[in-house]
Structures are given as structure tokens and as C-alpha cells.
């Protein structure tokens, strides 16, 4: 236990000092509206709304690191919660790097005396509580339970999409009921190939967002309409079986586990904890959904409301997971309605990141629609420009008649700026690599999906930009593990199939599984290629010794006693050896990671935890182990219940060109970034014509769920919008995104069908009324 100081004892450091300090230690002082924040008394209750690039990061890692050094509150009596594991790493490293260094300004200072230096000392900035949501709930059960009362195991997206096929929807064959089918797949974004696998996904989002949007649901089960009734009666069923899956495992899986944490934190057992905290501050509000928010308020309890929060509305992306932005454009009502005090809400506004060109696009896009205007935050300033911004180069464009082109085109402009001597712009302006560290990770293309061919096999601009650098001289390569299909990826194929033969040869136990028949074509596609791979003359040595030992389980062929029991993981690991690109490349190793997290939460569900037995004398025995491997571990991946997703991958390759989801953008930045505004969009309005993607003529799936289940949530209540307007304001944030994440180049890409009197689309200026803006941006065309 470190000591806890207690703030009599100590004369308070003057925050003019404070001040002081931050500047030798950062090199420029916060500017006003920073510093309005960062002073205000740790009671205070904050409503940050701050615009990208404006050093939102740094005013929290400040505010707080005053809070502990002026206001004398302990460190372990904060807390700062974020979005994402990667921003919280990013922002403790920056509290304890700054932190330290400040702490040691400080004591150099003359005007300090012994007991507030020997203070200083004694300081321990590292028991800040910083994390996601998630794990600071999963931390505080653990920490503070019951006695009697078992920790809280975490159930993955590995572990409950296994439970949701097995317990829910391969029982009786439920996934065959095409009523069921029929009313899942208009929550889901999958046009093509709607199967099993998408149907637990978009149970697992219902699930979710029941617990996130506090849903009553039983009385949205009584209340569904007659020619729903059968199918929310299955998928109540579904979920049931799902949930007492979880219950018998003792598990919670992530929306279970902040429903546990608000529960405790509401019924006072928590009160050991929460009595400690004294400031709570959460960073990326916009996207909080309705659960969380109750856990912020509950968490502030004891501190009459001390809590900061920080976000910008422009930037809400994700709905889809339950992110209701009106909470956090609506905070200070909200706030005002818990604590009957109002929150100062404070702008940060001035831009560091982007050149003023770049500044001035976005502050254009963003003011477009005017009916986007009413759901931004009241009074909300334009994104102003850094004294010091350069003009920079104009925003560029890129337009061509077809991918192709485009793709051969874009990979030019890349190819010279990295691997040539730099791309010359018409005005005779060269863009080149930075000599020195310069490097192809510089430049990102932001797509709104990173797939590389359509679902109806079309190759995608990520596809030709693949092809078109792999063939330049010296060749570029592209980093998109997200853009393949990973049941089609060739060596996922060949080395899935190999697992497969090495389990169970020839498929004899795999065939007598039920619920299998929507995988079985992908299993033994898989089979087969891995059987024409070790046919075949690239096939390494070795290899097929090793996966008939496996399959035979034959002491003597062998050549040593096979064990009672062997780890799938162990087979796995042992295949991988005849598999260089799935430890050598980047993207192998991410395939490789999807294989290892399954096999793994197969150790902790099921009866044989992920070990195959061997038994001669009880063969049923052992094909009951293989059986479970197969369903626990290859049916997610093989049925896309379980896929790459955006939080799995968070390094990217310096030395290729990596291709993003705008939402895996947020929050990063790119020195060129090159954003698709419609590679494939096509004139119609059919399926085909991808309007939800560019100007919407009806609801999505994210805005079709809330319309289902907020009208059975007490506190959200029906929302106030259309769905289609819904999916207006989330094109203009998710373009908002994308467009202020370039620093120095931004590069529009698109057909020609984009530009105006083509296609209506908002990438391009179009306003929902069906009006064209793009003459308000000065765009180069390239
Ligand atoms: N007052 C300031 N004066 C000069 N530079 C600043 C100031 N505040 C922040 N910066 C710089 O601006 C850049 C962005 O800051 P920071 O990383 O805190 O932004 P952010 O708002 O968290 O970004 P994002 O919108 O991506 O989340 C950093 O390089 C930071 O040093």
C-alpha cells in the first residue's frame, strides 16, 4: 500500500508554478481554453467538445496531473476511462511520462520548501485508474467482491460467439428457420451470403444493445407485432439458451459485465470503492451508450459529481455498438437532471494537426447540410486554424471512369512519392517521401470498407491497389488483413485444411455433426486445398510425415506413445512451423492470432477444454474431443461468426501501405491521407448502387435496431429522428472523420460518377436535399 497523502499537511504548489513548469517541460504552454480546463477545481464538472487535433489528450493527461500535483488528490481517487485499450495505454504513458518529468521540474523549483519537495518525492502518480469501461469494471469486481463471491471471468467475442452457434442457434437446427433469417438479416450489413455465421453476429449486437440501451425486454417480447411473434419467440429462445450458457460457465461477456457493474455500484456494494473516488473523467463520450453513462454517473456518485467528460460529437462512429450520441450532445441536460448543477462546457477548437487548406475543407463539409446542423452540439465553433499552420498544398483529387484506373493511377502517385522521385502536382509542386524517416506508413488509404473485392466477387479499389503496386519496380506491398474473406484467404485455406485432415482424415467424424450443413462446403474446400498443397511440388518436407502421424494417432506409426491427451493449441503450433507467412508477415500473423484466440476460449468452454484425446479402447471418447474442436474452435471461423476485427488490429507496418476503415481511423493521423469518396458507387437505386453508402433513401441496420428496441428503453425513448436522417448525420460524421485525419496531403479518390451531375453523394458535397456544395471546396484536380 503507498502512502496516502492527505492535503493539510502539505502547503498547496501555486498552479501559477504549475503553469510554469508545463512549459519547460512541454515546450509550449496549453492555450486559454485548454487551460480554463485543466484549472478548473477538481468538482467542477466539465463538458469538453473538442474538435479533432486539438489536443484534447493533452488537456486531459494536464488537468489531471493538476489535479494530483495542485489540488493534492490522490492518485488511486482518479479515474479516467477512454474508448479503447490503445487510447488508455496512450494516455496513462502520457500522465506518468509528463508526470515524472514535471515532478522533477517541480523540485528543482526554488520557491517550494522542504515539506512540499519531500512531497513531491513521496508522490505516486502510477496508481491512477486508467483503462476501458470494461476493464476498469472487470478490475473493480475482481477487486472488491463479496466474500463468498467469485471474481468475474470475461467471457471474449472468441468465447461468445462459440456459445451463440453452439448454444443458441445450432441446437434443433434454429438457424435453418427462414422467418428467423429473414428478420436478422435486416440488421445486419452483410448484402451477400447471410448465414449462420451473421445471424450470431447480429444476435450478439441484439444481445449487446438490450443491456447497453437498458432495454425492457420483456416487454418488447409481449408487444412484438403478430408477424414478428415467431420469429422474436426463437430469437428470445436463442438468447435465453445463450444466456444460461454463459450463467453455467460463470461467465460475463462485455455488456454483462457493465450491467454487473452498474447493478453493484447501485445497490452500495461497491461503496469501498466508489467511496475512494473523488474525480472520475471519460474520454470519448460521444460514443457511450446509455449502460456506460449510468456507470459514469453512479461512479461520480460519491464525489457529488465530479466528472469530466470529453468528446466531440462530429467524430460518434459507432452505433452500431450501441454509441447514442445525443448523450453527450445532451450532457449537460442529462447531468443537470442527476446532480441539479450544470456542467461549464468548454470548446477546444484550434486545430494543430492539419494545414489551413486542409482545415477549411473539413470546417466546409462539416456545414454543408444544414439539417446536420441541428443535431450538432449548440453554439459549436468552426475548427479554427493554428497561428503557426502552414496554407499547404489544396486538397487534391483523384477522379477517374473506373477502378482500374483509378487503382493504376493512385498506385502511380503513391509509387513516385515513396519509391521515385516525388509526384509533381500541376502547379509544379512535388510531393516526396520525407528523405530521412520517411516511409510508405506515412500514407493511408480510408475506405468505408477495407474489402478487397465486392460480395458479388468484384475486385475493389483496395484490390487493384494490391495488384498495381505488387507489379510496380521496386514492388510496394499493402497491409489489409481486414480485406480478404479469411475462409478464402489461401494459406488460412491450406492451413486450416491441414488442421482439419490432421484431426479427424477424410472428414468421417465432421460429416455426423448436425448443424453443420452451411459449413461443411467451406471445411472441405478447405480440405482440398490443402490436400493439392501437399501434393503439390511447393509442399515443405516433413510436412505430410507430420499430419499423418496426427491423423493415424498410431503409436507406431509415430514412432512414440501418443498421449492420452494432446492441446489443440499444441497441434496447432506444430503445424505452423511448415507455415513461415503466418509468423513471417504482418498479415499471416493476424490470421494466425484469429486461430490461437479461438483455440484458446476453447480452453475454458467445453467438456474436453480443448484437448484431443486419444483413446483406442473408447473410440467415442475420442471422437466426442474432436467433435467439440470443431465446434468450438473451427465452425466460428469457418461459419464468419468470428472474423478479423478493428480492435485486433492496432500495429501497422511502417514500410507498406496500410488500408483502414474509416472508423480504425479515429484517433490517428496521417501525414497523407487518401480518403475513397466512392470507388464503386453506381448510378440506381438498387441494392447494387450502394446508396446507403453515399446518400441514403432508407434506414441502416444500426438505425433499424434502435427503432426495434428504444421504444422498450424507459430512459432513451423513441428517437427523435427518421432513420434515414439518422443515416444522413452518420455519413456527414463518418466523412468529418475521415477527411480530418490528413495532416499535410488529403487526396480524394472516386469515379467520375461522384463529381457533380453524376450520382448523388455526400463524400462530394451533396446536401440531403439533394443539392450540390462541391463548389464551395477549391479541390485540385490530379
Ligand atoms: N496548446 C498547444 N500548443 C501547441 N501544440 C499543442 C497544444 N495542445 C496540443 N498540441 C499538439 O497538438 C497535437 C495533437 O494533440 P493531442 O494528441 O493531445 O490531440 P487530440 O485532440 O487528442 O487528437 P485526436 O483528435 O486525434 O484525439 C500534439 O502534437 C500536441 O503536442
Given at each position: 500500500m503507498a502512502t496516502i497523502v492527505t492535503p493539510t499537511l502539505v502547503k498547496l504548489i501555486p498552479i501559477s508554478t504549475f503553469h510554469r513548469v508545463i512549459v519547460i517541460v512541454r515546450g509550449n504552454p496549453p492555450n486559454n481554453y485548454q487551460c480554463q480546463a485543466i484549472d478548473k477545481a477538481p468538482s467542477d464538472p466539465l463538458f469538453i467538445v473538442a474538435g479533432p487535433g486539438s489536443g484534447k489528450t493533452t488537456l486531459l493527461t494536464l488537468r489531471i496531473l493538476k489535479l494530483i500535483i495542485v489540488d493534492q488528490i490522490p492518485a488511486r481517487a482518479i479515474l479516467a476511462t477512454t474508448f479503447t485499450k490503445k487510447a488508455a495505454a496512450e494516455l496513462r504513458s502520457r500522465i506518468l511520462g509528463w508526470g515524472f518529468k514535471i515532478i522533477d521540474e517541480l523540485k528543482l523549483d526554488k520557491t517550494l520548501d522542504k515539506s512540499q519537495r519531500d512531497w513531491l518525492d513521496r508522490l505516486d502518480i502510477n496508481q491512477i485508474l486508467t483503462g476501458t469501461t470494461d476493464s476498469l469494471a472487470e478490475r473493480v469486481l475482481r477487486e472488491y467482491r463479496q466474500p463468498g463471491q467469485i471474481p468475474p471471468l470475461l467471457a471474449d467475442g472468441y468465447i461468445t460467439s462459440t456459445l451463440m452457434l453452439k448454444e443458441g442457434l445450432f441446437p434443433n437446427q434454429i438457424y435453418k428457420d427462414d422467418e428467423l433469417k429473414l428478420f436478422l438479416r435486416q440488421f445486419s450489413s452483410v448484402a451477400y451470403k447471410f448465414g449462420v455465421g451473421g445471424m450470431a453476429q447480429v444476435l450478439t449486437a441484439i444481445f449487446d444493445r438490450r443491456q447497453h440501451d437498458m432495454v425492457d425486454w420483456k416487454r418488447f417480447v409481449g408487444s412484438v407485432i403478430p408477424t414478428q411473434q415467431q420469429s422474436v419467440g426463437l430469437m428470445d429462445q436463442v438468447l435465453s439458451s445463450y444466456q444460461t450458457a454463459l450463467q453455467t460457465l460463470k461467465m460475463l461477456d462485455f455488456a454483462s459485465l457493465e450491467t454487473e457493474f452498474l447493478i453493484r455500484l447501485q445497490d452500495g456494494t461497491l461503496k469501498d470503492f466508489t467511496d475512494q473516488i473523488q474525480v472520475v473523467l471519460v474520454d470519448e463520450y460521444q460514443d457511450s451508450n446509455l449502460l456506460q453513462e449510468q456507470i459514469y454517473f453512479a461512479l461520480a456518485q460519491s464525489s457529488k459529481g465530479a466528472l469530466t467528460v470529453v468528446g466531440d460529437d462530429d467524430q460518434s462512429l459507432y452505433r452500431f455498438r450501441g454509441a447514442t450520441v445525443e448523450l453527450f450532445r445532451d450532457f449537460q441536460n442529462r447531468y443537470f437532471r442527476t446532480y441539479g448543477k450544470q456542467p461549464t462546457r468548454i470548446f477546444l477548437s484550434t486545430n494543430y494537426r492539419s494545414t489551413s487548406n486542409i482545415v477549411q475543407f473539413v470546417n466546409t463539409f462539416a456545414t454543408i447540410d444544414r439539417d446536420y446542423q441541428t443535431v450538432r452540439v449548440a453554439n459549436k465553433p468552426t475548427i479554427s486554424i493554428h497561428p503557426k499552420a502552414v496554407s499547404g498544398l489544396p486538397v487534391l483529387g483523384m477522379f477517374r471512369n473506373d477502378v482500374q484506373t483509378l487503382g493504376k493511377d493512385l498506385a502511380k502517385f503513391i509509387h513516385d512519392i515513396f519509391c521515385g522521385s516525388g509526384f509533381v502536382l500541376p502547379g509544379g509542386e512535388v510531393i516526396q517521401r520525407d528523405p530521412i524517416k520517411g516511409a510508405p506508413g506515412d500514407c493511408a488509404l480510408l475506405c468505408s470498407s477495407p474489402n478487397e473485392s465486392s460480395g458479388s466477387g468484384k475486385i475493389r479499389l483496395p484490390g487493384v491497389m494490391r495488384e498495381e503496386l505488387g507489379q510496380r519496380t521496386p514492388n510496394l506491398e499493402i497491409f489489409n488483413p481486414r480485406g480478404q474473406s479469411l475462409t478464402q484467404i489461401p494459406v488460412v485455406c491450406r492451413f486450416a485444411g491441414l488442421l482439419l485432415e490432421c484431426l479427424d482424415p477424410g472428414g468421417r467424424i465432421q460429416r455426423g455433426i448436425s448443424g453443420f450443413n452451411d459449413i461443411n462446403p467451406i471445411l472441405d474446400n478447405w480440405r482440398s486445398e490443402a490436400i493439392d498443397f501437399t501434393n503439390g511440388p511447393n509442399c515443405p518436407k516433413g510436412l505430410v510425415d507430420y499430419a499423418v502421424g496426427w491423423g493415424d494417432r498410431d503409436p507406431n506409426q509415430a514412432k512414440h506413445v501418443w498421449p492420452r491427451q494432446v492441446s489443440f493449441l499444441e497441434l496447432l503450433y506444430g503445424l505452423v512451423h511448415w507455415f513461415p507467412e503466418l509468423h513471417d508477415d504482418p498479415e499471416g500473423q493476424i490470421y494466425l492470432e484469429i486461430f490461437t484466440r479461438q483455440a484458446s476460449s476453447a480452453e475454458t468452454i467445453g467438456k474436453f477444454k480443448g484437448q484431443v484425446v486419444y483413446d483406442p479402447q473408447n473410440k467415442g471418447i475420442a471422437d466426442a474431443s474432436v467433435v467439440e474442436v470443431l465446434r468450438n474452435v473451427i465452425a466460428p471461423i469457418a461459419s464468419g461468426s468470428t472474423q478479423i476485427n478493428e480492435d485486433l488490429v492496432d500495429m501497422f507496418p511502417r514500410n507498406r501501405l496500410s488500408v483502414f476503415s474509416i472508423h480504425q481511423s479515429k484517433g490517428l493521423e496521417f501525414p497523407i491521407t487518401i480518403v475513397d469518396v466512392g470507388s464503386d458507387f453506381k448510378p440506381g437505386q438498387g441494392s447494387g448502387s450502394h446508396t446507403f453508402k453515399r446518400f441514403p433513401t432508407k434506414s441502416g441496420p444500426p438505425h433499424l435496431l434502435e427503432d426495434l428496441l428504444r421504444p422498450y428503453s424507459p430512459n432513451l425513448?423513441?428517437?427523435?429522428?427518421?432513420g434515414v436522417d439518422r443515416a444522413f448525420d452518420d455519413l456527414y460524421r463518418l466523412y468529418f472523420v475521415a477527411y480530418s485525419r490528413a495532416q499535410e496531403v488529403l487526396l480524394l479518390v472516386g469515379l467520375n460518377s461522384c463529381l457533380p451531375n453524376g450520382i448523388k453523394t455526400v463524400t462530394t458535397g451533396y446536401d440531403r436535399q439533394g443539392?450540390?456544395?462541391?463548389?464551395?471546396f477549391s479541390i485540385m484536380q490530379i
Open positions: 425513448g423513441i428517437p427523435n429522428r427518421s443539392i450540390n456544395h462541391w463548389s464551395k
